[in-house]
C-alpha cells in the first residue's frame, strides 16, 4: 500500500484535495443526487449511489507502486442500473427507486458482490471482470454475424484473446415484497451468510442465498397504529458477534439485542439512552433526538449514534449515558424554527468511524464536514468546495461564527448555505483517505504526503 | 414545559406548518413517510399544548376583565349607600391589599388549568357523590365552562378537521393527565387522546348549551375574582347577598354553598383536602397568601402532570 497510513489525530493529519466526481454545473438533476457512499473491505473500491436507481463503483488505482510515497486516485470502475421506479397498483404508491444503501459483502473469489436497496426491494449484485474474450468461432464472424456452414471448409479451435478490461454488473439475487415499510438500513453479518434488513417498523433476517423467505426478527408495530410513539431509525450488526445487532429509534434510544434469547427479539438485551436535559426543552426535542444513523466501532467496543445536532460515542457496556459527546453544529438550536419550516431539520445525516476508531467523522450545512478525534478532544471543520479543490491543495480549517463579532475568514449561521448539505460520508478501512458526497458530487480527500 | 422564548414563530403558526406539511406528504413521491409525520405530529402537539394554555391564560384575563365590568356597572345599579356602609364596616375585617392581591395573581395563573380539570373532570367523572347544591353549583360551572372550552380549542386549534388528522391522529401519544375531580375530590389520571376524542365527540352539545347558563357563569366567577382580587372591601358574606339579588333564576344560594365554590376556586386550594377551614378562611375574609402559595405546589403537582 501507499505510504498513507492512518496515523494518530487530526492534528497529525492534514487532509489535501484529491479528486472530484460528477457534473460541475450547479444546477443539479434530482437523479443524480448521491443518496449512499460505502468503501469495500479492503478500500479498493468505492460505490456511491443516487437517486436515479443508479451504482457506480470507481475503483482504487495506484500511480506508481514502486515509489513509497504515491498518490492513488478513483476511477470508474462500473456503472449500473440497480433499481427502477415501481408503482404498487395495490396501494397507488409510487416506489421510489432511490438507492437507499449500499453494503459490500466480504470477497470470497475474483468477482466483487454488493447489496443495494431502495425503500422496498434489496438487491445482490455481482460485479465481475472480463478481460478475455474467446476469439475464431467457425460459424461466426468477428463482428457476430453466423456463417454459412456449407462455406465452411476448415475447423479451428477458438482460442481466449486479451481483450479491453470490461466491468460487468449482474443481478444475482432479488429480495422482495418483505417489507410494508420504507427500508432504511441493511447490515452484513459477521457470520457472511446473513444480513438484516430494517424498515421503519420491522426488521428481518435474510440468508443471501434465499430470497424467498426472511425471518422477522423485531416488529414494533402497536396493534393500534394511533398508540405508534417510535421508528427504528437505522439497524447494525455487531463486526465480530454474529448473534447481536443494535437499532435505532426516533426517541433517541438503541437497543442491543441477542438473537440467541429469542427468535422474535422485540425484547433488548441493552437500552441506550440519555436522559434529556430538561432546559434544552423546545418545540422540536424530538425531532432532534431521533437518531439518523449507528455505527458500530471497528473493534466492536463502541457505537457512534448522529442526532440532529450531535454525535455520541457509546460503550456497549454502559447503556445509561454516552461515553463521548460532540456538537456538530450547535449553532443550529436557536435555528430550529427555520429549519423545521424548510425541512432542514429532518436531513438525516450519517457517521462514520476511521481505521483504528480514533477519529470520526460526519457532516453538516455548507458543505462543511467535521471530524472529532477522540484521543486528542480535537475536532476539525473542514469544507467540500470547488474552490479549494486545486490538486494536493490543503485544506483550510473552517470556523462559523455562532454570534457577537465575525472574525476573519469565519463564516456567520445566517450565510450558511442550508442546500448544500454533507449526509454521507465514507473513511477507507485502513488508510486516511476518505469520500465525502456533497449534493451531487463525490469528493476524495486524503492525508498529506510528505 | 417548553421553552417558546427561542422561537419567533408562535405555536399557532407552527399548527398550521404542520398541518401543511402532513397534507404535503400525502401527495410525495414514495407514499407517506411514516418517520417523518410522527416527528410533525410531535411538533403538533407540543405546538397545541403550548396554544392551549395560552388560550386558557387569555380567556382567563377576558372573563376577569368583564366580570369586572360587569360588577362595576351593576354596583352603579345599586344603591351606592348601601355599599358604602358595608364598606365601612368590614373594612377592619379585610384582608391587606398585599395579602390579597398575591393570591390573585397565582390563582389567574393557575385558573387555566382548573379549568381544564373542571372540564376533565365533569367529562370523565359522572357527577354524583355530591351535595345536591354542590352539585348543581359545580355542574353549572363545570357545563358553562366547557363551551368556552371547546370553542377555542376545537374551532381555533383544528381548523382542517375534527380531531381527525389521519394518518397522524392526535391519541398517537396519549399524555396521562392528573387531574382533580372538582364533584368528588378524587384525583384520577386519564389519557389526554381521550379526552380529546371525547371532547370534540361532544362539542355539538356544549355548543348547543352555551347560551343561557353564560350569564350564570358570569356572575358566579366575578363572584369570587372580584373577591380574590379587587382592593375593595367586600367581605364574602356580603358577596352572598349581591349575588342573590343578581340571579336571573334566583335560586337561593346559603353560606355553605358560596364557600364551597370559594373553596374550590379560591386561593386556599387545600380546600381539596380541608374544605372546612378554607371555609372559615375564606369567611373571615383572611385570604393568606402563604397557604395560597403553600398550597400552589400540591395544586400544581396534581394537575399538571404530564
Given amino acids: 500500500m501507499c505510504g498513507v497510513r492512518a496515523g494518530g489525530g487530526s492534528n497529525d493529519v492534514q487532509w489535501c484535495f484529491s479528486q472530484v466526481k460528477g457534473a460541475i454545473d450547479d444546477d443539479v438533476a434530482e437523479a443524480d443526487i448521491i443518496s449512499t457512499v460505502e468503501f469495500n473491505h479492503s478500500g479498493e473500491l468505492l460505490a456511491t449511489g443516487d437517486k436515479g436507481g443508479r451504482v457506480v463503483i470507481f475503483q482504487q488505482e495506484i500511480e506508481n507502486k514502486s515509489q513509497p510515497q504515491c498518490r492513488s486516485e478513483y476511477n470508474v470502475y462500473s456503472t449500473f442500473q440497480s433499481h427502477e421506479p415501481e408503482f404498487d397498483y395495490l396501494k397507488s404508491l409510487e416506489i421510489e427507486e432511490k438507492i437507499n444503501k449500499i453494503r459490500w459483502l466480504p470477497q470470497k473469489n475474483a468477482a466483487q458482490f454488493l447489496l443495494s436497496t431502495n425503500d422496498k426491494t434489496i438487491k445482490l449484485w455481482k460485479i465481475s471482470e472480463r478481460d478475455k474474450r474467446p476469439e475464431g468461432y467457425n460459424l461466426k464472424e468477428e463482428d457476430g454475424r453466423y456463417i454459412d456452414p456449407n462455406t465452411v471448409t476448415a475447423l479451428r479451435v477458438p482460442v481466449f484473446r486479451p481483450m479491453d478490461l470490461m466491468v460487468e454488473a449482474s443481478p444475482r439475487r432479488v429480495f422482495a415484497n418483505a417489507h410494508t415499510y420504507h427500508i432504511n438500513s441493511i447490515s452484513i453479518n459477521s457470520d457472511h451468510e446473513t444480513y438484516l434488513s430494517a424498515d421503519d417498523l420491522r426488521i428481518n433476517l435474510w440468508h443471501q442465498e434465499i430470497t424467498d423467505r426472511s425471518f422477522n426478527i423485531v416488529d414494533i408495530k402497536p396493534a393500534n397504529m394511533e398508540e405508534l410513539t417510535e421508528v427504528i431509525t437505522a439497524a447494525e450488526f455487531h463486526p465480530h458477534q454474529c448473534n447481536t445487532f443494535v437499532y435505532s429509534s426516533s426517541k433517541g434510544t438503541i437497543r442491543l439485542c441477542d438473537m440467541r434469547e429469542s427468535a422474535l427479539c422485540d425484547k433488548y438485551s441493552k437500552l441506550f439512552e440519555e436522559p434529556e436535559d430538561p432546559s434544552n426543552r423546545s418545540f422540536f426535542s424530538e425531532i432532534i433526538s431521533s437518531i439518523s444513523d449507528v455505527k458500530f466501532s471497528h473493534n466492536g467496543r463502541y457505537m457512534m449514534t448522529r442526532d440532529y445536532l450531535s454525535v455520541k460515542i457509546w460503550d456497549l457496556n454502559m447503556e445509561n449515558r454516552p461515553v463521548e459527546t460532540y456538537q456538530v453544529h450547535e449553532y443550529l438550536r436557536s435555528k430550529l424554527c427555520s429549519l423545521y419550516e424548510n425541512d432542514c431539520i429532518f436531513d438525516k445525516f450519517e457517521c462514520c468511524w476511521n481505521g483504528n476508531d480514533s477519529v470520526v467523522m460526519t457532516g453538516s450545512y455548507n458543505n462543511f464536514f467535521r471530524m472529532f478525534d477522540r484521543g486528542q478532544r480535537r475536532d476539525m471543520t473542514l469544507e467540500a468546495s470547488r474552490e479549494s479543490s486545486k490538486p494536493r491543495q490543503v485544506l483550510k480549517p473552517r470556523k462559523v461564527c455562532a454570534g457577537g463579532k465575525r472574525k476573519k475568514d469565519e463564516i456567520s449561521v445566517d450565510s450558511l448555505d442550508f442546500n448544500k448539505k454533507i449526509l454521507h460520508t465514507a473513511w477507507h478501512p485502513q488508510d486516511n483517505i476518505i469520500a465525502v458526497a456533497t449534493t451531487n458530487n463525490l469528493y476524495i480527500f486524503q492525508d498529506k504526503v510528505n | ?306
Fill in chain 2, 1 to 306: 414545559m417548553i421553552n417558546t422564548m427561542e422561537c419567533a414563530v408562535d405555536a399557532q403558526s407552527l399548527i398550521s406548518i404542520s398541518l401543511r406539511k402532513i397534507h404535503n406528504s400525502r401527495t410525495q413521491r414514495g407514499g407517506i413517510k411514516l418517520h417523518k409525520n410522527l416527528l410533525v405530529s410531535y411538533v403538533l402537539r407540543n405546538a397545541r399544548q403550548v396554544y392551549m394554555n395560552e388560550k386558557y391564560a387569555e380567556i382567563y384575563r377576558m372573563q376577569q376583565y368583564e366580570e369586572v365590568m360587569t360588577v362595576c356597572n351593576e354596583i352603579q345599579e345599586l344603591n351606592p349607600l348601601d355599599l358604602a356602609e358595608d364598606c365601612e364596616e368590614q373594612s377592619g375585617d379585610c384582608c391587606g391589599n398585599v395579602g390579597v392581591s398575591e393570591p390573585a395573581s397565582l390563582c389567574c395563573a393557575l385558573l387555566p388549568v382548573s379549568h381544564l380539570a373542571a372540564v376533565q373532570s365533569a367529562h370523565i367523572q359522572a357527577p354524583s357523590a355530591c351535595s345536591a347544591p354542590l352539585s348543581l353549583q359545580s355542574d353549572e360551572v363545570c357545563k358553562e365552562t366547557e363551551p368556552s372550552f371547546y370553542r377555542s380549542c376545537c374551532a381555533e386549534a383544528y381548523p382542517v378537521s375534527n380531531c381527525d388528522f389521519s394518518p397522524v391522529n392526535n391519541n398517537l401519544h396519549c399524555n396521562k393527565t392528573t387531574v382533580l375531580d372538582l364533584d368528588t375530590h378524587v384525583v384520577t389520571t386519564v389519557e389526554n387522546g381521550y379526552l380529546h376524542q371525547d371532547c370534540c365527540a361532544s362539542l355539538q352539545q356544549c355548543c348547543q348549551s352555551a347560551q343561557s347558563p353564560a350569564k350564570k357563569r358570569k356572575v358566579d366567577f366575578e363572584y369570587y375574582i372580584s373577591d380574590i382580587e379587587e382592593v375593595s372591601d367586600f367581605t364574602p358574606c356580603k358577596r352572598a347577598k349581591f349575588e342573590d339579588c343578581s340571579y336571573a333564576n334566583s335560586e337561593h344560594l346559603d353560606t355553605s354553598n358560596i364557600s364551597n365554590l370559594i373553596s374550590i376556586f379560591g386561593s386556599g386550594f387545600s380546600g381539596l383536602v380541608s374544605r372546612q377551614s378554607d371555609f372559615e378562611q375564606a369567611l373571615n375574609g383572611q385570604f393568606c397568601s402563604k397557604q395560597a402559595l403553600a398550597s400552589l405546589g400540591a395544586w400544581t403537582r396534581a394537575i399538571v402532570a404530564f
